[in-house]
């Protein structure tokens, strides 16, 4: 994936960058990833949360502490936590 500059990541891209990722890791549609349901609904595991992580920080140009993955159980809740270390401002 191409690096984002960090002011053009919104919450919609970062949730479509997950759905995107998580949808090639278990053979579906991204758009059948809800964002509102907890990533375990979809078997991620710490391995597959470190590489998702990887893949945020790839496509942002961010870095992005990989502990929001446990912080943050859903796709939604990720996105936003994301966002916020980013912008460089704590995850609400």
């Not at 053979?27 to 375990?40: G, N």
């Not at 870095?63 to 990720?78: H, T």
């Amino acid at each position: 994936m191409s690096g984002a500059q960090p002011d053009g990541v919104t919450v919609d891209a970062v949730v479509a960058v997950i759905r995107r990722h998580l949808a090639e890791l278990l053979v579906m549609e991204p758009d059948e990833i809800d964002p509102d349901l907890p990533l375990t609904a979809y078997g991620l595991d710490s391995q597959s949360a470190v590489s998702l992580v990887a893949v945020l920080e790839d496509w942002s140009g961010a870095p992005i502490d990989a502990a929001i993955v446990f912080d943050r159980p859903s796709v939604a809740e990720l996105a936003e936590a994301a966002v916020a270390a980013v912008q460089g401002r704590p995850a609400t």
